[in-house]
């Protein structure tokens, strides 16, 4: 298939490169004209404009912006809306409030052009590992592109089969489903979000634990100084709690057994606040998820080894680096966000 791609930093790039190792054909915009160059000299198709983009491509078309969520993506998809024609697709695969997702829909069905939003999990590692996809949007759209959904998604790999799903929609176990209509991608992406906010202040707490169990505080027979590097290598081997951001600790330890190289400024991308706000809407307890997000807030006054320890699992998946993204999500209009937080 044909596919263009406007934004090609950190993920977009990756993801025109895995697309482009399964045979699909890429056109890609960005403002930098070196990461135009990078991706043209892998094999696709740089255009200098949004127009020259679309122009490249055959109908229907298909559009995957890959922008920072707010003012940008906003703007880029209403110059899309410009250029674009009926039948053609538009896909978010940023992080986009779904709230947001549900109204760029109705709007883009006025001239016919279908919207697709994909929550996209995967990080830095996606291109070798594969993409985790939450996709919502029309039938007919995600159908069209489930190719290109495909040779993203990680496939069966080698994870056990979950006993019981045998008639279950297969695409989930290759990691993508169409969770939904116009917004719902982005939804479950949301609290997978929150979700990770909490699993990693849980890993946080638990090795500021460790490390200060040799506190003077404490009375001399029960001091501890453990080996931070080895416990975390060991709950990797057959332990409960093993996993990806486990696997993560475990390689920034070995690294940097006191994480020196972070401070421990931890910064919010949005995703959490938005899964607080969703949960009191709906008056779900969100005890651990919340009180994951106000911690973010606190460890930019104070900075603990927990805190390294989120700096350096954000850095692991996402290449999240401390001072160089904005210390608040972009505010939305009416959000208990702008006023809570800005």
Same mark, same amino acid.
């Given at each position: 298939? &044909?596919?263009?791609?406007?934004?090609?930093?950190?993920?977009?790039?990756?993801? @025109?490169?895995?697309?482009?190792?399964?045979?699909?054909?890429?056109?890609? *915009?960005?403002?930098? +004209?070196?990461?135009?160059?990078?991706? +043209?000299?892998?094999?696709?198709?740089?255009?200098?404009?949004?127009a020259d983009l679309v122009e490249a491509l055959g109908k229907p078309?298909? @559009?995957?912006?890959?922008?920072?969520?707010?003012?940008?993506?906003?703007?880029?998809?209403? &110059?899309? /809306?410009?250029?674009?024609?009926?039948?053609?697709?538009?896909?978010?695969?940023?992080?986009?409030?779904?709230?947001?997702?549900?109204?760029?829909?109705?709007?883009?069905?006025?001239?016919?052009?279908?919207? @697709?939003?994909?929550?996209?999990?995967?990080?830095?590692?996606?291109?070798?590992?594969?993409?985790?996809?939450?996709?919502?949007?029309?039938?007919?759209?995600?159908?069209?592109?489930?190719?290109? *959904?495909?040779?993203? /998604?990680?496939?069966?790999?080698?994870?056990?089969?979950?006993?019981?799903?045998?008639?279950?929609? /297969?695409?989930?176990?290759?990691?993508?489903?169409?969770?939904?209509?116009?917004?719902?991608?982005?939804?479950?992406?949301? @609290?997978?979000?929150?979700?990770?906010?909490?699993?990693? &202040?849980?890993?946080?707490?638990?090795?500021?634990?460790?490390?200060?169990?040799?506190?003077?505080?404490?009375?001399?027979?029960?001091?501890?100084?453990?080996?931070?590097?080895?416990?975390?290598?060991?709950?990797?081997?057959?332990?409960?709690?093993?996993?990806?951001?486990?696997?993560?600790?475990?390689?920034?330890?070995?690294? =940097?057994?006191?994480?020196?190289?972070?401070?421990? *400024?931890? &910064? =919010?991308?949005?995703?959490g606040r938005w899964t607080i706000e969703a949960a009191i809407e709906?008056?779900?307890?969100?005890?651990?998820?919340?009180?994951?997000? *106000?911690?973010?807030?606190?460890?930019?006054?104070?900075?603990?080894?927990?805190?390294?320890?989120?700096? +350096?699992m954000r850095f692991g998946f996402g290449g999240h680096v401390e001072?160089?993204?904005?210390?608040?999500?972009?505010?939305?209009?009416?959000?208990?966000?702008?006023?809570?937080?800005?």
């Amino acid at each position: 298939m &044909q596919l263009g791609m406007i934004g090609l930093g950190r993920m977009g790039g990756n993801i @025109v490169r895995r697309l482009m190792k399964a045979g699909h054909h890429c056109a890609v *915009f960005d403002t930098s +004209a070196k990461a135009r160059d990078a991706l +043209a000299k892998d094999g696709a198709t740089a255009s200098g404009s949004l127009a020259d983009l679309v122009e490249a491509l055959g109908k229907p078309r298909a @559009v995957w912006v890959m922008l920072p969520a707010g003012r940008i993506t906003e703007e880029a998809i209403a &110059q899309l /809306a410009d250029l674009m024609e009926a039948g053609d697709i538009i896909i978010d695969g940023g992080n986009s409030f779904y709230k947001d997702d549900i109204r760029r829909a109705k709007k883009l069905a006025e001239k016919k052009i279908r919207y @697709v939003d994909c929550g996209t999990s995967g990080g830095v590692w996606g291109i070798d590992r594969g993409y985790c996809m939450m996709i919502g949007g029309p039938k007919d759209a995600v159908d069209h592109l489930d190719p290109i *959904f495909a040779a993203l /998604a990680p496939g069966l790999g080698d994870i056990p089969r979950t006993p019981g799903r045998e008639k279950g929609d /297969a695409r989930a176990e290759r990691g993508y489903i169409h969770a939904g209509p116009s917004g719902a991608g982005h939804f479950v992406k949301m @609290v997978h979000n929150g979700i990770e906010y909490g699993l990693m &202040q849980a890993y946080a707490e638990g090795f500021d634990i460790l490390r200060n169990k040799n506190s003077k505080d404490l009375p001399e027979d029960e001091r501890f100084t453990l080996n931070m590097p080895d416990i975390a290598e060991v709950w990797r081997r057959g332990s409960v709690i093993s996993s990806w951001l486990l696997d993560l600790s475990a390689m920034a330890l070995a690294k =940097d057994p006191q994480l020196k190289a972070f401070s421990g *400024f931890v &910064q =919010d991308s949005g995703e959490g606040r938005w899964t607080i706000e969703a949960a009191i809407e709906e008056a779900v307890p969100a005890e651990v998820l919340s009180s994951a997000l *106000f911690a973010r807030f606190r460890s930019r006054k104070d900075h603990t080894f927990g805190e390294k320890m989120l700096s +350096a699992m954000r850095f692991g998946f996402g290449g999240h680096v401390e001072g160089h993204e904005p210390i608040d999500p972009e505010p939305k209009p009416g959000h208990a966000t702008q006023n809570a937080a800005e």
